[in-house]
């Protein structure tokens, strides 16, 4: 069987580009309410992730802690994946090879610890025995909004707000069609308000 990998680190900056290209803005800032936002929109999205509980007061949503190593091993060229629970995976990018990983719920420290790395090193090995002659590059961590089901759907009080968030790890390979549903209900949004999608503040 074949199938195909998206190196995140590439492909956003894609959909970024794409996105400015169509006319989307970028503003930075602090939101504390998202009713400080409905004045100027006629739609928000949430996807505000791991964070989304201090908006919207979701007890649901909790850090899932996810430690990776990253290694020089232009020899591997394919994916491989330990179906236990235990994390491990072994994933070919362009110029290195990611070997993870921890799934740590409600866990918000972003330091490397050393004896992940450990347990990395070792279940890499496990599923790639060549992975003893690699490099290593470097360690990380990232904090997966991990929640028991994506929540994707309108707000129940607030009308112009559409939620989308919780998805885990595995927000590179849903995203699309959590974002196709989610463009219905902003549609939704929009003609409750009698506003045509070319014309709306989203």
């Keep these: 069987m074949l199938t195909f990998t998206a190196e995140p680190v590439r492909f956003m900056p894609f959909l970024m580009k794409q996105f400015k290209d169509q006319g989307g803005e970028i503003k930075r800032a602090k939101v504390e309410n998202f009713k400080d936002l409905f004045n100027e929109y006629d739609c928000v999205v949430n996807c505000t992730g791991v964070y989304a509980g201090s908006l919207t007061l979701d007890k649901k949503i909790k850090p899932l802690r996810g430690q990776v190593m990253r290694v020089k091993a232009p020899w591997i060229k394919t994916v ?23 799934h740590q719920d409600g866990d918000w420290d972003r330091t490397p610890r050393e004896e992940d790395k ?16 690699s490099v290593e590059v470097g360690h ?45 209900l902003v549609k939704e949004v929009l003609q409750e308000q009698n506003i045509a999608a070319v014309q709306a503040k989203l």
């Design 118 to 133: 450990q347990f990395i090193r070792s279940g890499g090995k496990c599923l790639d025995p060549s992975l003893k002659d």
């Design 140 to 184: 990380w961590v990232g904090l997966r909004p991990g929640r028991p089901e994506v929540r994707l759907e309108r707000d129940g009080i607030d009308k112009k707000l559409v939620h989308n968030y919780g998805h885990g790890g595995s927000g590179i390979t849903v995203f699309q069609g959590c974002a196709e549903e989610c463009v219905d």
């Design 80 to 102: 491989t994946l330990d179906d236990l629970d235990d994390g491990n995976y072994v994933i070919a990018n362009q110029e290195s090879v990611v070997v993870g990983g921890t």
